[in-house]
């Protein structure tokens, strides 16, 4: 899979090398059941056309753009690890467009013609709800005219969990309430976050999200070792913290993921020891 980073700067050089594909468009953090929804369509269709399989997604998320930083996204995953999941779809090419104020206020049809058209894009598939150009004004219904019919929609329904949309907010929503063991139906596998120990503290790398505070049975894990611990999450005044209720191998030093199972309701699972080690936080 290649990776090109669009901007202002680079948009005319990858638009002279574009080859002609499908492409899935969305922010697509977290690459939940949705998300895997329009992408799986996206690449059946290239499949029939015999085309590549592209998706083009947005950084930084275009509301903390918007509101000039006031509005925080607690994003699900980092780039790396988006890389990582569209490469095991068997996507060819993933664009990252840099969203800017200008890029937000292109019109519709600009977005359409420098950024879907002049990047060789014949068929794009979204969401129902997936919005482009200018205060979100180009949608799926209007993707068809805005290309003067050069490129072909396919507008994907939505997939409900409990007859709730599977979004991007609900995960966070569960997360922020701790109800991480419910993010498998929505994700499609545990949630899971790379973090570094040093030895002494487990720190999380940028653009994940810890859950609520709270004491949660979760998986530690690198390449070559995994235990199944109990993981505590504890405000402080520089925002939240981990600690873990086992010791950490020497072996685990370093990169470490941690898979989110479920939250511990009460006390009664914790034995004295972490117990003492929980009141002492």
Same mark, same amino acid.
């Given at each position: 899979m290649e990776t090109i980073y669009l901007n202002q700067d680079s948009l005319a050089y990858w638009? %002279?090398?574009?080859?002609?594909?499908?492409?899935?468009?969305?922010? !697509?953090? /977290?690459?939940?059941?949705?998300?895997?929804?329009?992408?799986?369509?996206?690449?059946?269709?290239a499949k029939r056309k015999n085309l590549s399989l592209s998706v083009m997604s947005f950084f930084p998320h275009p509301k903390e753009v918007i509101s000039n930083g006031k509005k925080q996204v607690n994003y699900l995953m980092p780039l790396s690890e988006k890389e990582e999941r569209l490469r095991a779809l068997g996507v060819d090419t993933f664009y990252i467009v840099e969203f800017t104020k200008e890029f937000a206020s292109l019109l519709p049809a600009q977005f359409v013609a420098q950024y879907l058209l002049d990047l060789g894009i014949v068929h794009a598939v979204a969401g129902f709800d997936f919005s482009y150009g200018y205060k979100g004004t180009?949608?799926?219904?209007?993707?068809?005219?805005?290309?003067? %019919?050069?490129?072909?929609?396919?507008?994907?329904?939505?997939?409900? !969990?409990? /007859?709730?949309?599977?979004?991007?907010?609900?995960?966070?929503?569960n997360l922020m309430k701790g109800y991480v063991e419910e993010l498998p139906s929505l994700l499609g596998r545990p949630y899971e976050v790379e973090s570094v120990w040093d030895g002494n503290a487990l720190e999380m790398l940028p653009y994940y999200t810890l859950p609520a505070p709270g004491c949660y049975e979760v998986i530690l894990k690198n390449k070559t070792e995994s235990i199944q611990t109990k993981m505590i999450v504890s405000e402080t005044v520089d925002g939240l913290s981990l600690t873990c209720l086992s010791e950490i191998s020497n072996l685990m030093t370093g990169r470490l993921s941690i898979v989110w199972l479920q939250r511990m309701i009460g006390e009664n699972h914790l034995s004295l020891s972490e117990k003492i080690s929980l009141s002492s936080l």
């Open positions: 638009q %002279g090398k574009a080859k002609r594909s499908v492409a899935a468009l969305g922010f !697509f953090d /977290g690459i939940h059941k949705g998300h895997q929804e329009v992408i799986r369509t996206a690449s059946q269709i180009g949608h799926m219904g209007r993707l068809q005219k805005d290309s003067f %019919g050069l490129i072909d929609v396919t507008k994907v329904k939505k997939l409900e !969990f409990h /007859g709730v949309k599977i979004s991007s907010t609900l995960i966070r929503e």
